[in-house]
Structures are given as structure tokens and as C-alpha cells.
């Protein structure tokens, strides 16, 4: 990392557009270079232009690794950009960009980003050789048909290569991945384990279920109702708080929140009416696709929520 001391200070200039009328009143001289990067599902691609007295004098692609960012590939053009200068024999250039992003990044002093800082080595290098750049932020490259070349960038993703120009992981890409590496090692060991048995008649795979239990936002007594873990005979039996864990509709069935649920004939007309409401079967086979719909878990969630009221009522210590 470059000390404080040596850090050279860059900045950039808007513009609304690129007209003859802008190139004069900012006094715009040497060389011109458009940089540009793209990214589709698949592909990531850079590309810059370079143009001396209205022609193209030099153009060149660059494609990237699929895993790489937007950003990435803007600040990938510009340092080639900036390399290119480097070595180009100009003493004046314009560097032109419409990522404001990858701009801001470059200002900003200290940042640690890997392109970023040898962005700014081959400014220092062109500045320690007597060169000036000036760079330009302007909103899109549209209109002006130099800017528009910079579109190779699209050109670029598709141009397929076993040598890829360039190929370091973002930061968001390493963290995305190990997450869902230890989703995956997390799923298989909730679905293999021996635990859990209720849990998993709502939330059978726990990467699906991820996203729906935190927009479910459970309240305890739903918790209670999809762990079976709260005021069930079956469930305080276990740990000497009742004499029985038989349900009162049948000493011989152990009253558990399935049973609760889907069976017990004491809940019959409220199972039945909500079946009607939301035109499904209230059974412990179907259990995880009820909850996962939207338009009926809600109702479905109230019902399970008055027999956990019910059971704790009835089986609370006296």
C-alpha cells in the first residue's frame, strides 16, 4: 500500500456531453481514450478506444472471468487505459468513463481495492514522466460515435477465450460462495440428523426455508407450533411434567402438535372450515407446502396458533 506521503491526488471532471463546444471549453488536448465494461449472465467483458485527432488509433477487448463484477470490468478498462498511456509517448490524455463508481474509487485516497491501486501507480508513473491525464465522467456512451466504440465492451463477453485477460475473485463472490458452501453443509447435516422431526415436516430444506422463515417472522407461539417443542402433554411428558403424554381425546395417542394438527378430532369443524377457506387438506404430508404459500399459510398459521393456546392452557402447571 502506498504510503500517505505518495499518494497522488486524482479527480475527475462531469460532463452532459462530448460536443466540439465542450472539448474547447475544457481545453481538451492529446489523445483520447473511452473505456467501458458490460456483464450478462455469463459473460464479463472491458474494452477501450483510443482517438487522436478525430480517429480511432487504437482499440482493444478484454474479457474477464464470468464470476467478475460490473465494477470490475470498468475499473479493468481504466487500467488498461491508464497502462496504455503509460507507454503511448503522449505527454496529454483524456480518459473518458461512465462508471461514476469505479471514478469515485479512484478519488477516494487509501482505498485497497487491487485495480484501483495500480489504476493510480500508472498515473503516478505517466505523472513522474511528465504526462498529464485528465479523466471525465460522463453519464453514458451515447451519441458520439467515439464513445459509442467503447461499446466493444459487449462485444468483449462474447468473445470466447481460454485465456482470460483477467481473472481475480471479488470480495462478494469469495463471501457468496463460502456462504452457500456452508448452507449446503448446514442443509445436509439438518436433513441427515436425527433431530428435529417436526421442524422438518414445515422446513424440510433449510436453504429453501431460509428466506421463508425470516419473512414469516414467528412469533414463540409459532415457534412452538413448527418445533412441537411448548405446552404439548407428548413434549412435557419427556421432561416429568405431566403423568401422561397421552392426548384427552385418547389417552393411547400421544398428543403431540401433529396431532394437534392434523388429527385430533377435538379440532374436526376448525380443521375442516379452514380446509374450505384455502382449498387444501390439512395432513402432515403437506405440511411444508401449506406453510410455504403466502395466500393460505396465514390463515393456516392462526389455526395452529389457537391450538398451541389451547394446549398451553390446558396443560399449564397448577
Known sequence: MTHPAEEINVDFITLEDLSDTTIKDHKMEGLFIFTDGSKTEEKVGAAMTCWKNGR??????????????????????????????????????????DSRTSLEVL????????????????????????????????RSHIGVQRNERADLAKQAEKHTTDALDYDKYPIAYLKSTIRQDSAKVWNTRYRDGGTAAITKLFFPDMIQSHRLIRELKLCPLQVQMV???????????????????????????????????????????????????????????????????????HEFIKYGVKIVKDALQRNKSR
Open 56 to 97: 480511432e488509433v487504437y482499440c482493444q477487448k478484454f474479457c474477464l472471468a464470468s464470476y467478475c463484477t460490473v465494477f470490475q470490468s470498468e475499473m479493468y478498462a481504466l487500467y488498461q487505459a491508464t497502462k496504455y498511456a503509460c507507454n503511448s509517448g503522449v505527454s496529454k490524455i483524456n480518459i473518458f468513463s
Open 227 to 297: 418445533t412441537g417443542h411448548g405446552g404439548f402433554a407428548h413434549y412435557l411428558y419427556k421432561f416429568k411434567r405431566k403423568t401422561s403424554p397421552g392426548c384427552i381425546c385418547d389417552p393411547e395417542i400421544n398428543e403431540t402438535i401433529v396431532h394437534l394438527l392434523v388429527e385430533c378430532p377435538r379440532y374436526g369443524k376448525a380443521r375442516f372450515e379452514l380446509e374450505q377457506r384455502i382449498g387444501v387438506r390439512i395432513e402432515k404430508e403437506l405440511l411444508s407446502s401449506i406453510i410455504a404459500k403466502k395466500e393460505i399459510s
Open 107 to 138: 478519488k477516494k485516497p487509501g482505498h485497497t481495492n487491487p485495480l484501483a491501486f495500480a489504476t493510480k501507480s500508472n498515473l503516478k508513473i505517466f505523472a513522474l514522466k511528465g504526462g498529464e491525464v485528465r479523466i471525465f465522467w460522463k
